[in-house]
T-cell receptor
Framework: ETGVTQTPRHLVMGMTNKKSLKCEQH?????MYWYKQSAKKPLELMFV???????ENNSVPSRFSPECPNSSHLFLHLHTLQPEDSALYLC?????????????FGPGTRLTVL | QKEVEQNSGPLSVPEGAIASLNCTYS??????FFWYRQYSGKSPELIMS????GDKEDGRFTAQLNKASQYVSLLIRDSQPSDSATYLC???????????FGKGTSLLVTP
């Protein structure tokens, strides 16, 4: 088990629901990331935070809204999702954001949108 | 679109053999290269990182990097059934902030 935890581990939601995913890292890192992993596709970067500031986001639909209140916590707020958003959502952290920085992943949240 | 390419496999090797996993990438500006192992239903686990040309060894694992050829590989010596997993190659983006991943190579080590 890594020093990155995610809750909930499984989530089923309807298209009109609002839910949030939570990530917490206990490694003293300053950068946190959200990735999406769908079947048959590579991991896709969604958002990067460095020292609580968003430094990169990759054309993610506005129905996904990240929040990073401090360097240890990261949230992904979900609303009016589509069935194609069903995937494994992975949080990761690294010492800092940048090259030569190893990223460590949490266990993921398996999301199913009905 | 910067890409990371891997053969999807499955790559099947007998127990005790050397497994060789390959990865090519398109972004010449990439500086850092990583190999992750992902068991079915689990999250990726970092097993190797490499930043300069040449070989890097850690136990049974050796990562090899050739930036001129834009090629990175992972060798697993004395393969064990517990090594059966999907191996993901990851390369830093040009911004350096995040990783581009390949789709992964499925490795099966048969007893």
């Amino acid at each position: 088990e890594t020093g990155v935890t995610q809750t909930p581990r499984h989530l089923v939601m309807g298209m009109t629901n609002k839910k949030s995913l939570k990530c917490e890292q206990h490694l003293g890192h300053n950068a946190m990331y959200w990735y999406k992993q769908s079947a048959k596709k590579p991991l896709e970067l969604m958002f990067v935070y460095s020292l609580e500031e968003r430094v990169e986001n990759n054309s993610v639909p506005s129905r996904f809204s990240p929040e990073c209140p401090n360097s240890s916590h990261l949230f992904l707020h979900l609303h009016t999702l589509q069935p194609e958003d069903s995937a494994l959502y992975l949080c990761a952290s690294s010492q800092v954001a940048g090259a030569h920085n190893e990223q460590f992943f949490g266990p993921g949240t398996r999301l199913t949108v009905l | 679109q910067k890409e990371v390419e891997q053969n999807s496999g499955p790559l099947s090797v007998p127990e005790g053999a050397i497994a060789s996993l390959n990865c090519t990438y398109s972004d010449r500006g990439s500086q850092s290269f990583f190999w992750y192992r992902q068991y079915s239903g689990k999250s990726p686990e970092l097993i190797m990182s490499i930043y300069s040309n040449g070989d890097k060894e850690d136990g049974r694992f050796t990562a090899q990097l050739n930036k001129a050829s834009q090629y990175v590989s992972l060798l697993i010596r004395d393969s064990q059934p517990s090594d059966s997993a999907t191996y993901l190659c990851a390369v830093t983006t040009n911004s350096g902030y995040a990783l581009n991943f390949g789709k992964g190579t499925s490795l099966l080590v048969t007893p």
